[in-house]
């Protein structure tokens, strides 16, 4: 039993063995090849694996010896007329488990610089390195055997190449370093005639003298917190600290200060108290609130709608204060018009949904701040906002779909009018309108559209000065589908019986190309053929209004009685109905 145990315990080892990546890209060699070491990882440290290349005319691979837990994998293919691949195995010698990786050898396309923009006077150099993609924008594993020209375009001394950098400038990354406050080019470039078709890449680089503390200016309430950053960014090799000038009006941990007392102090770096711009600390008594809402401005908001509520502290000067999580402050939503979607935890800002139309009051209170150690330092005021909200605006009809006919070139009028809203004047506007749509009759409720061409779409916005704004929109497209509307048989009664033949055309919808209906289709030219004009005759004239299932109608009158077939034409579209005239019935009484 135990040499059987032994065995699957390795089984489960090998299985667990893994190539540290499934692919690699390297580039044609144009100098010398391009490397790349492969590993196994989780394996067991006893195994011990051989390595071979699918194709060693595209890429090969070495170990050393006769088998090893690593390889380095090379890109000797040279042509560049299409993309080649290989790949390599690692064979387990004990167990026979194999483990693959596709190798790839492209041509290089481009290249992309990859670094730190900004940098330190008299900072400590900055690494930048150069990466390559192939014709499809996949990203090389390594482009170690590729030479690089490596240059510097600058009007003053602002960067040099730092002298622990590469000497010969012509690995894939080097080290910059400034000298001088102002912007340098930095420009890479493979070295090799064979990458003459690879653009050169730039990369604007900029050296800054010193770093702001962020915020500059901060106004806090007693027991309250505000956090620092610096602008630009420091080495994140460096752990930045504050310090205050005053310790009893604000106290710093690391980033952060806690307001202790009424008061003036300046926060200062406290490694490079030259360097900087220090921020200025103001601990201040509240003096009223101010609530403002998002979308909009004016305190008139829409019934559905959702809106981000935020409010602000000021103090007796104007002064905006920091709002930090340890501030205390409950706003109270009327629950029959608004609910409370979502609120931050000091109070400040909340996400709600006007529920109902009416005018109602949000208030807000300020309690304090509250200390690490659960003390409220109370510190009051009190705010109030007035709110009215209405049915949303819109503009009807929504939408409308109206065809364009070459031939007769129709002029489409459509009458619009305003729902809901505050009962403010409308102000209509065409967005982005093409030459030929124009507004005329325009009123405080309603618009009439007016296009004289096509094909294409005209939208229409209205706006009450409160609310969001309300659109609609005119399609105009062409005929494609035409409809005589009866089934089975449209009939009239003699003498002088009058028919009047429902006529449906549709277009496509510019958003989804379904086939809909028009919402008026009269002016279109549309070419009428009764079969027998003895039994009944076309009146002449433009397409009547829509009725039924269309979108326009025609008027027949009845001659003779009998039955004869209607044929309509729109181009290359057609369409018949069967229309009948019958003598008028009589009844008939029997007597039994």
Known sequence: MSPHFLFVVVLCAAEAARLDVSRVLLPLRHEVATNFTLGVVDADESGCYQWTSSRPEVATVFTGGPCSRQANVSAVWDQASRQEAAIVVAHQLSTGEKLECAVVVDRLASLKLVGATLLLLEGSPRPLQVTGQDPQGDTFSSLDGISFDWSLQQDEPVLRFAPEGPADLQGRAILVQGQAVGTAWLSVRPAHAAYAHVAPQRLQLRVVDSVQIEPSVVFLLTGCQACFHLQPERDVNLEPVLRSEDEQVARVEGMCTWAQNLGHTRLLLADSPAAINPADVHVVRPSYLRLSHSPGESWVLERQATYQVLVQIFDEHHHEVHAGKELELRVHFPAEYFDVLGSTEN????????????????????????????????????????????????????????????????????????????????????????????????????????????????????????????????????????????????????????????????????????????DDCSQVSLAVEVVDKRIIKHIPGAGGPPIGCGCTSLRLQCQAAGHTRLQLSHGPLRSTVLLGCYKPLRLLLFLW
Request: aromatic share 4%; net charge negative.
């Open 347 to 518: 109070g400040t800002f909340h996400q709600v949904q006007a529920l109902r139309t009416g005018k109602t009051v949000i208030r807000a209170e300020l309690q304090g701040c509250r200390r690490p150690d659960g003390a409220l330092l109370r510190a009051t005021t009190s705010g109030e906002q007035e709110v009215s909200i209405e049915e949303p605006l819109s503009v009807q009809p929504e939408a409308v779909l109206l065809p364009w006919d070459p031939e007769a070139q129709p002029v489409h009028k459509v009458r619009v009018h305003v729902q809901g809203g505050t009962g403010a004047p409308v102000r209509w506007k065409l967005e982005a309108p093409p030459a030929w749509a124009h507004l005329d009759d325009v009123g405080p409720v309603v618009a009439t559209l007016v296009t004289s061409g096509g094909p294409g779409r005209v939208q229409l916005v209205a706006h009450d000065g409160h609310l969001a704004l309300a659109r609609m929109h005119v399609s105009i497209v062409p005929v494609a589908e035409l409809e005589a509307m009866g089934s089975p048989v449209l009939e009239a009664e003699l003498p002088d019986g009058e028919l009047l033949v429902s006529v449906a055309m549709y277009g496509r919808h510019p958003e989804d190309q379904e086939l809909k209906l028009f």
